[in-house]
């Protein structure tokens, strides 16, 4: 009688054990779709000439290129300067951040480049602009006069994805 209860309990626990398998080993069919709407636009909106000391004059329009701008300027003497006003907009929608700021110069050393106003991850949210200063200036400790007083600079901002 006990050998025909446990050969009974072993057939039920085989077929819930069949049941089982057969439950999970259906393949599983999931549909559907994911799209993704965003977009990267950075770039220099606007660049102007917010401050000239001495005789310093613009060689040409500063030429814009998305992230970058080139200036050159003609400096007559030490102490001469002008500082250009760049502003940049994230017409994106996806926040960003500085990752790197690039400068190219002609090496002139009579010539000086600094900016202001940026740094490496300053963020540029969406919908944001931000505005940063580039001033070229001729050096006073320049003791005498180089043949060239005109000096090339390109500046090109590098941004990632803000995380």
Known sequence: ????????FLIGIFCIMSIVYAAFSQSLNITGS???????????TDVTTKNIVGDAAKAFEPVVSDTAVTFKTNLVSPGDSMTYSVTVTNDGTIDAKVDSIDITDSKNPAITFNTLGIGENDLLEVGDTQTFDVVVTYSNAVTSQPQDTS?????????VQNA
Do not use: F, G
């Open 34 to 44: 994911a799209s993704i709407d965003s977009r990267w636009n950075i770039k220099i």
């Open 151 to 159: 000096a090339t600079l390109t500046v090109k901002i590098n941004y």
């Open 1 to 8: 009688m006990k050998k025909n209860i446990v050969i009974t």
